[in-house]
């Protein structure tokens, strides 16, 4: 009997052992897909408020753009209805103004640029005796050329004479297809 006590409880353990595994592998997978829900919702709710953003900086950017067309067509009709011209004229001129004292600034710059008068400098140390050395020289070369030394390619020289007209061109094309047509209504007649 004591065998069947301990058979029968070594079944008890062994049924409640098996059944707390099942019942481990069951919560475990049930928390897998629960971390599996709550990521593809973060990722929704993310694409949600991006696209929420998206549309929310549309209307932003639109209304900014109606303002300004706004403002642009109350100032015309205020130039138009003679409101403040003396104003805008005188913005207008005062720009203008602006813009050529930043071109005068410009070449201002431009001429008294470090660049320059490094280059100059240079120039004037390496080429002493040049006639120009005192204006500085960019493209001249400190010595003769001679015309020899750069020759035509072959392939140039006869260009003018091998390459016929567009209009000769032209012409032998159309000579081309008006045999061609002719040459098919023959053969339709036939």
């Given at each position: 009997?004591?065998?069947?006590?301990?058979?029968?409880?070594?079944?008890?353990?062994?049924?409640?052992?098996?059944?707390?595994?099942?019942?481990?592998?069951?919560?475990?997978?049930?928390?897998?897909?629960?971390?599996?829900?709550?990521?593809?919702?973060?990722?929704?709710?993310?694409?949600?408020?991006?696209?929420?953003?998206?549309r929310?900086?549309?209307?932003?950017?639109?209304?900014?753009?109606?303002?300004?067309?706004?403002?642009?067509?109350?100032?015309?009709?205020?130039?138009?209805?003679?409101?403040?011209?003396?104003?805008?004229?005188?913005?207008?001129?005062?720009?203008?103004?602006?813009?050529?004292?930043?071109?005068?600034?410009?070449?201002?710059?431009?001429?008294?640029?470090?660049?320059?008068k490094?280059?100059?400098?240079?120039?004037?140390?390496?080429?002493?005796d040049?006639?120009?050395?005192?204006?500085?020289?960019?493209?001249?070369?400190?010595?003769n050329?001679?015309?020899?030394?750069?020759?035509?390619?072959?392939?140039?020289?006869?260009?003018?004479?091998?390459?016929?007209?567009?209009?000769?061109?032209?012409?032998?094309?159309?000579?081309?297809?008006?045999?061609?047509?002719?040459?098919?209504?023959?053969?339709?007649?036939?």
């Amino acid at each position: 009997m004591k065998k069947s006590y301990a058979l029968l409880l070594f079944g008890v353990v062994f049924t409640a052992v098996n059944a707390m595994m099942l019942q481990q592998w069951k919560i475990n997978k049930l928390n897998a897909q629960v971390k599996l829900a709550e990521m593809r919702a973060d990722i929704n709710t993310e694409w949600t408020n991006e696209l929420l953003s998206i549309r929310m900086n549309d209307i932003h950017d639109l209304t900014k753009d109606q303002l300004i067309a706004q403002g642009r067509v109350e100032g015309v009709v205020s130039y138009l209805n003679g409101d403040d011209r003396d104003v805008l004229d005188n913005l207008w001129h005062e720009g203008y103004v602006r813009g050529l004292s930043q071109v005068d600034y410009e070449h201002d710059m431009i001429a008294d640029n470090n660049f320059e008068k490094g280059y100059h400098q240079a120039m004037q140390d390496a080429f002493p005796d040049h006639p120009k050395a005192s204006f500085g020289f960019v493209n001249e070369t400190p010595r003769n050329v001679e015309k020899e030394a750069i020759k035509t390619p072959e392939f140039d020289e006869g260009v003018g004479v091998s390459i016929p007209d567009n209009e000769e061109q032209v012409d032998i094309l159309n000579n081309k297809i008006e045999n061609l047509f002719e040459s098919k209504e023959k053969k339709e007649d036939e």
